[in-house]
């Protein structure tokens, strides 16, 4: 019998806890989320907002915009991989993030 692997056994990067603001944009709209984990390769989010899975979406983190695509959803949470993630990009989610235990072990695996 061949068991799938589940989203962790996946994943190539490990995800932290947070609680970070973040903007989700579409092609049509523009709304406000809140990340619940994150990670080198995408995030974690809540949202009541209906969104497809492999849909491209930007999203912003005060002055930072990263581009991302819909993994899968379950219930109201959805899990997003980054596209093209810049080191500059990832300087700025730390420093957006300072002061955070979570971040703080998530600074370390990126540095």
């Given at each position: 019998?061949?068991?799938?692997?589940?989203?962790?056994?996946?994943?190539?990067h490990p995800?932290?806890?947070?609680?970070?603001?973040?903007?989700?944009?579409?092609?049509?709209?523009?709304?406000?989320e809140?990340?619940?984990?994150?990670?080198?390769?995408?995030m974690?989010?809540?949202?009541?907002r209906?969104?497809?899975?492999?849909?491209?979406?930007?999203?912003?983190?005060?002055?930072i915009?990263?581009?991302?695509?819909?993994?899968?959803?379950?219930?109201?949470?959805?899990?997003?991989?980054?596209?093209?993630?810049?080191?500059?990009?990832?300087v700025?989610?730390?420093e957006?993030?300072?002061?955070?235990?979570?971040?703080n072990?998530?600074?370390?695996?990126i540095?």
């Amino acid at each position: 019998m061949i068991q799938e692997m589940t989203i962790d056994e996946k994943r190539l990067h490990p995800r932290f806890e947070c609680d970070l603001p973040v903007s989700v944009i579409t092609e049509n709209e523009e709304w406000n989320e809140v990340a619940v984990d994150i990670g080198i390769g995408g995030m974690k989010i809540t949202s009541h907002r209906l969104l497809n899975i492999d849909q491209p979406v930007r999203l912003r983190f005060s002055d930072i915009y990263i581009s991302a695509r819909v993994c899968w959803k379950r219930e109201n949470f959805y899990g997003l991989q980054f596209h093209n993630l810049q080191s500059e990009e990832i300087v700025r989610l730390l420093e957006l993030c300072d002061g955070s235990p979570e971040f703080n072990s998530f600074s370390q695996v990126i540095r």
